[in-house]
């Protein structure tokens, strides 16, 4: 990634990353491990061109949420293909964000 002109970093988090969720821990401290690590990442590597950022994409249409809230209409949930063009904006060579925790929901609002 040093030797690249453009390394990016995208880590995949939850809305539950530092909650108290009874039976949710280990998913939990999981989320909030890897959204350290990445910011973390981000802060060591500020003198070189790697980009380190964290997309929290909400509730998405998964077979895991389906089975997370089973009474949840999932038609009323945005299609993984949906936060695609999130990943392609943090992962562009000319993208100069680096160490934020990105709300795919506030992200489509604000480019809707």
Do not use: H
């Not at 530092?18 to 500020?46: C, H, P, R």
């Not at 038609?75 to 709300?103: H, M, N, T, W």
Request: proline share 6%; glycine share 8%; charged share 20%.
């Amino acid at each position: 990634m040093k030797e690249s002109d453009s390394g990016r970093v995208i880590v995949v988090s939850s809305g539950s990353a530092g909650k108290d969720k009874a039976y949710w821990g280990g998913y939990m401290m999981s989320k909030a491990a890897v959204e350290n690590i990445a910011l973390t990442y981000s802060n060591e590597n500020k003198i070189n061109n790697i980009k380190s950022n964290v997309i929290n994409p909400g509730p998405i249409r998964t077979s895991m949420r389906a089975k997370a809230a089973p009474g949840e209409n999932p038609e009323d949930l945005p299609a993984p293909g949906d936060i695609a063009k999130l990943f392609v904006e943090l992962a562009a060579p000319d993208c100069q964000r680096s160490g934020d925790v990105v709300s795919f929901y506030e992200w489509a609002n604000l480019n809707n």
